[in-house]
């Protein structure tokens, strides 16, 4: 090793030095404002904190050609701090390995603890029943559309949205046996076999397509059957120890599932805000039209607008509506005051960071 080598490593060493230094310093803080937020009654996890420095990072590192490339190193040390503030649990739809389990890692980093969920019912109801203090579930693919089961349960749930995510779904043929002749079954989550459609025909014609809870489930199942596959992540072929047959299947050249992270409030204003909404309206002429206005009135953007029909009443709508704003912005607040007077019911699911 030459001695400019060694030099400049032990500059790096020195460096190592300080940045374990500034964060155990930072941790010594973190301990102290959570215990000032257990005393206050204050939810110890910030969505809004969090974004509004990885903005500042942003701004900071502007100058650089691959902007967002730190955020991860940010995320995990948001992670870590949260560990020594005040450990929470967070559910997701499950098992270890599913797309949902890879948004949640995304989201909230490793030093986390995560209670899987054979469900999206059941993310609901831990959350629900503060066994877990956040949850995480699929709300939309960009290539299948909404989840409906998602929509249905933010119907009648308390819960509020504090955030959002997107992952991208890159899904893979995955099994024992590597040769597709001998695969006589293929398990995944319903989404998932809609969006490999093309290819499991072209390639897989008369294979029986079983339908589970989700693709790390479909994992769990294929390595426990030699003569079955899975359609699921790569990382769930890892956990199970599992081959990938077929490597990126999906039909779509971009394919993205948006998952909310679900809590007990709203997250706190960061100026790059979204807001979920549900409505019902009147059955009458122009009453959509109204409450459109509403929005239009106010110069607030819709990212998302869709129908469900309401299960207890045949040929009845809700809206689902996603737009710009924050609640506690005064116009976001003109806008909900006069959808309420023109709607007969509205529910605000929640204010929260859009994702980054």
């Not at 460096?15 to 155990?24: G, H, Q, R, V």
Request: with cysteine; net charge positive; charged share 30%.
């Amino acid at each position: 090793m030459s001695g400019r080598i060694k030099t400049l490593r032990g500059e790096i060493d020195a460096i190592d030095e300080k940045i374990l230094s500034l964060l155990n310093k930072r941790i010594s803080f973190v301990k102290k404002i959570g215990k000032l937020k257990e005393k206050k009654g204050i939810e110890s996890f910030d969505p809004a904190r969090e974004e509004n420095i990885l903005s500042k990072i942003a701004r900071l590192n502007s100058k650089d050609t691959r902007p967002g490339k730190f955020e991860p190193v940010f995320k995990e040390i948001f992670s870590l701090s949260r560990s020594f503030e005040k450990p929470f649990k967070v559910a997701y739809l499950g098992p270890e390995g599913s797309f949902t389990h890879l948004a949640a890692l995304k989201y909230f980093g490793e030093n986390c603890n995560y209670m899987p969920a054979k469900r999206i019912q059941d993310v609901f109801e831990l959350t629900e029943k503060q066994e877990c203090e956040l949850g995480v579930v699929p709300i939309e693919n960009s290539n299948e559309g909404t989840v409906g089961l998602t929509l249905d349960m933010l119907v009648d749930s308390n819960i509020k949205l504090c955030g959002e995510i997107y992952q991208e779904i890159a899904l893979n043929l995955i099994g024992k046996d590597t040769d597709l002749s001998g695969i006589k079954k293929i398990y995944s989550h319903a989404q998932a076999l809609a969006q490999c459609r093309l290819w499991l025909d072209r390639n897989m014609p008369g294979v029986n397509l079983m339908e589970v809870e989700s693709t790390s489930e479909a994992a769990r199942r294929a390595a426990e059957n030699p003569s079955s596959a899975a359609i699921a992540s790569a990382k769930s072929a890892e956990i199970y120890g599992l081959s990938i047959i077929n490597s990126r299947i999906e039909d779509g050249t971009s394919n993205y599932t948006r998952f909310i992270i679900l809590g007990k409030s709203s997250a706190g204003l960061t100026g790059k805000d979204k807001t979920s909404v549900i409505i019902s309206l009147p059955d009458e002429s122009g009453s959509l039209y109204y409450a459109l206005g509403a929005f239009s009135k106010y110069k607030i953007n819709l990212s998302k607008i869709e129908s469900r029909p309401i299960k207890k009443k045949a040929w009845e709508y809700l809206f689902f509506i996603d737009f710009d704003g924050h609640v506690s912005q005064k116009v976001v607040k003109k806008t909900i005051s006069e959808l309420v007077r023109i709607c007969l019911s509205l529910k605000v699911l929640g204010s929260y960071p859009r994702s980054r």
